[in-house]
């Protein structure tokens, strides 16, 4: 996958003129507006049907220019920074002057990272400023991992759709709240938690529930246009097939262990038994299904450990309650 460089001219003046620009990262695909511009960052919240409140995580092109987007950055984060940039961690911080209240949803603090991947920073180099980029999907959905996610949901509402291949990480970033003294995950993403317990020597907090907003958090979210129903890995097969005979159309994830079992259902996806494959695929595997018309998945949680406590999460989150229900 080459991106022209002429593309990321493009984009950067898209960006630079108050437009919206889809882009590539490692985690996800972004919806990114300019920080700087509130009437931009307004458009990001309207076309994603996000709810204002819900604050944006602004990406920068360097850690060297942390300093520029918050208030101080305690020597935690600086060694978070250091260790984990470009990468898939999110670290909040006390808001600087350069981050309107608009990009936040009007807290004090701000969620900033450098993503891992060319184009991204390619961008991010020409435009030169912070781009504030949340999930380019409708609020609540599953997050697209290629570009052509972006435009089968956004289409016209976004100026210009960055295609840098598919994403190589799958969910999104590990957000850590660094603003006091003992940091703590707020959503479980691409950085593990044990490999931020290794650079920070001692164990590490991960709420469920936080003192600031966090969307991730909230019932329904990542969520498929089917209902997603949780079970123990070897009851999925006999509770698909059940419901498959009560007349749903059943989308299987096939936990790994069950490979090449046949089951009686409308689709299957087996589940890769690598945990990065599986964060690589999981949300093309959801998309997939619905656009199988499947109205029902049938799906377990892999072991919370590595990557495997962010696909839990996200899993949870879809099989959360539907705001109609
Ligand atoms: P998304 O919009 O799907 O990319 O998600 C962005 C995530 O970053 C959301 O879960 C936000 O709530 C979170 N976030 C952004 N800023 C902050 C902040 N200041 N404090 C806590 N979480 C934040
Ligand atoms: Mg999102």
């Not at 995580?57 to 220019?65: C, K, N, P, Y």
């Not at 600086?78 to 608009?102: H, I, K, Q, S």
């Not at 940091?183 to 001692?202: F, H, N």
């Not at 996806?269 to 998945?297: K, N, T």
Request: proline residues 8%.
């Amino acid at each position: 996958m080459t991106t022209r460089s002429s593309d990321i001219e493009k984009a950067a003046g898209v960006l630079r003129a108050g437009g919206l620009v889809a882009l590539p990262t490692e985690t996800v695909y972004g919806l990114g507006a300019n920080v700087e511009d509130p009437a931009a960052v307004a458009r990001v919240f309207q076309v994603k049907g996000r709810p204002p409140s819900h604050p944006l995580i602004v990406h920068i092109g360097s850690a060297d220019d942390l300093g520029d987007w918050v208030e101080d950055v305690p020597a935690t984060a600086r060694v978070l920074a250091e260790r984990f940039w470009p990468g898939p961690l999110t670290l909040v911080l006390r808001r600087g002057p350069r981050v309107p209240l608009e990009a936040t949803g009007g807290l004090e603090t701000v969620a900033v990272r450098v993503p891992d991947h060319p184009v991204a920073l390619a961008l991010l180099s020409s435009f030169g400023g912070g781009v504030a980029a949340p999930s380019a999907n409708r609020f609540g959905s599953v997050s697209p991992t290629t570009a052509n996610h972006v435009r089968a949901e956004l289409g016209d509402a976004v100026d210009f759709v960055l295609d840098g291949g598919s994403c190589e990480v799958g969910v999104e970033s590990t957000i850590v709240d660094a603003t006091g003294e003992t940091p703590s995950v707020l959503r479980p993403g691409g950085v593990t938690r044990e490999e931020l317990e290794a650079v920070l020597g001692r164990p590490l907090a991960v709420h469920s529930t936080s003192r600031v907003r966090v969307p991730g958090q909230h019932p329904s979210h990542y969520a498929p246009r089917a209902r997603v129903v949780l079970v123990e890995p070897e009851k999925v097969v006999a509770e698909a097939e059940l419901a498959q005979e009560l007349g749903h159309q059943v989308g299987v994830f096939l936990p790994p262990a069950f490979a090449g079992t046949a089951v009686k259902a409308h689709a299957v996806v087996e589940v890769p038994g690598s945990m990065a494959a599986y964060a690589r695929g999981l949300y093309g595997f959801l998309r997939r299904l619905d656009e199988r018309g499947c109205d029902l998945i049938v799906a377990s949680l892999p072991v919370e450990q590595g990557l495997g406590l962010a696909i839990a999460n996200r899993l949870r989150r879809a099989a959360g309650p539907r705001p109609t229900e």
